[in-house]
């Protein structure tokens, strides 16, 4: 946590630093990791939550910090692969005909204009979007 504190002006690109630091927690069997705190990482943490990756996380008491704690099941956990698919410097975007082909072993959180959504939650309202991260 306070190696964050420490970091947090020199990180630009929150989500990607934050999604890393979950898999390289899941990879080394940690129990919980702490990333960046904003707006748009919650969203993210929130969306990863109803897929089951992350189990809770709770804001640090100076709000500058968020601790995840990791989903396992059968002592193993539920994130295994990911990648991030957009940067800053390259957006990735598909629409909703290109998320009904996705396999059902990967998923895909997508930033749209309805929020931070699932491809599968985008499908159900029709919508595309830009491409996060594929979690396999």
Same mark, same amino acid.
């Given at each position: 946590?306070?190696?964050?504190?420490?970091?947090?002006?020199?990180? *630009?690109?929150?989500?990607?630093?934050?999604?890393? @630091?979950?898999?390289?927690?899941? $990879?080394? +069997?940690?129990?919980?990791? !702490? !990333?960046?705190?904003?707006?748009?990482?919650?969203?993210?943490?929130?969306?990863?939550? @109803?897929? =089951?990756?992350? @189990?809770? #996380?709770?804001?640090?008491?100076?709000?500058? *910090?968020?601790?995840?704690?990791?989903? /396992?099941?059968?002592?193993?956990? $539920?994130? &295994?692969?990911?990648?991030?698919?957009? *940067?800053? =410097?390259?957006?990735? /975007?598909?629409? @909703?005909?290109?998320?009904?082909?996705?396999?059902?072993?990967?998923? #895909?959180?997508?930033?749209?204009?309805? +929020?931070?959504?699932?491809?599968?939650?985008?499908?159900? &309202?029709?919508? =595309? +979007?830009?491409?996060?991260?594929?979690?396999?």
């Amino acid at each position: 946590e306070e190696q964050i504190k420490k970091q947090k002006n020199m990180i *630009t690109y929150t989500i990607g630093d934050s999604l890393i @630091r979950l898999k390289n927690a899941c $990879m080394a +069997g940690q129990k919980e990791t !702490v !990333v960046v705190n904003t707006k748009f990482v919650v969203s993210v943490m929130e969306a990863l939550k @109803r897929i =089951g990756i992350v @189990r809770d #996380f709770t804001k640090s008491e100076d709000n500058r *910090t968020i601790t995840d704690l990791i989903a /396992y099941k059968n002592k193993e956990p $539920m994130l &295994m692969d990911l990648k991030l698919v957009s *940067t800053p =410097g390259l957006h990735i /975007y598909k629409n @909703r005909d290109e998320l009904s082909k996705i396999k059902k072993a990967t998923t #895909f959180i997508l930033s749209t204009s309805k +929020g931070i959504l699932t491809h599968k939650e985008a499908l159900k &309202m029709g919508i =595309g +979007g830009e491409v996060l991260v594929e979690i396999h």
